[in-house]
């Protein structure tokens, strides 16, 4: 039996790299003992409700078919839609710690990510939201309501605020074991040297 090993991700759903890091996890989880705590953060901190325009270098950058991004998305067999409009993340954000005390954190994440840089959906709207919480096998009425309640929303600036003062200034970044960081969507291959540095041996294929 090997050792359960935590990786802890700081990811914003306005990520792409975040989208692309997803991929690896789920990964990992296939050839190791491993759960996996996702973490909030701001990467626009300063987005309003109605959202921001994408930046026009962004945007240019984007047109590029070899972009490094556009590469790797369609390496792990995403597809990736153009976005215009960059959406605030925090009501996002606050439904995700609401999935978490449900036990459903990691498939509402995984639903966020695919219905935004996927399908184009609207991160900030509670249609997109609900869906999401609907498919991770939540009950989006008592989702909407807790939400909406504020109940969240302080635990998000603290967990946002405790990854700054652990000087995380960019995501995605993943924590394996407490003591390794990497930064940024890495190949699988870092994931796995990180893993044999740990000691943790791939799970032992089951008898066919």
Avoid at 76 to 83: E, S
């Amino acid at each position: 039996m090997s050792e359960l090993v935590t990786i802890r991700v700081w990811s914003d759903f306005v990520c792409p790299w975040c989208y692309v890091g997803l991929v690896e996890v789920e990964k990992l989880k296939k050839e190791y003992d491993v759960q996996v705590d996702w973490r909030p953060f701001f990467l626009r901190p300063e987005t309003p409700p109605e959202g921001l325009p994408l930046p026009a270098y962004v945007r240019e950058r984007m047109k590029d078919p070899n972009n490094p991004l556009k590469r790797r998305a369609a390496e792990a067999g995403l597809k990736m839609v153009d976005r215009d409009i960059i959406p605030s993340t925090r009501r996002a954000h606050q439904v995700a710690e609401f999935a978490r005390e449900q036990g459903k954190l990691e498939p509402f994440h995984a639903a966020v990510l695919r219905r935004y840089w996927s399908e184009g959906q609207d991160l900030w709207q509670w249609d997109t939201l609900r869906g999401a919480a609907q498919e991770a096998g939540l009950d989006p009425d008592v989702m909407q309501r807790a939400v909406e309640e504020g109940r969240y929303q302080q635990v998000v600036e603290d967990a946002v605020r405790e990854a700054q003062e652990m000087g995380i200034q960019a995501v995605p970044t993943f924590v394996l074991g407490d003591r390794f960081a990497l930064q940024g969507a890495q190949e699988y291959g870092v994931f796995q040297q990180a893993m044999q540095r740990l000691g943790v041996k791939p799970r032992a294929p089951r008898p066919g």
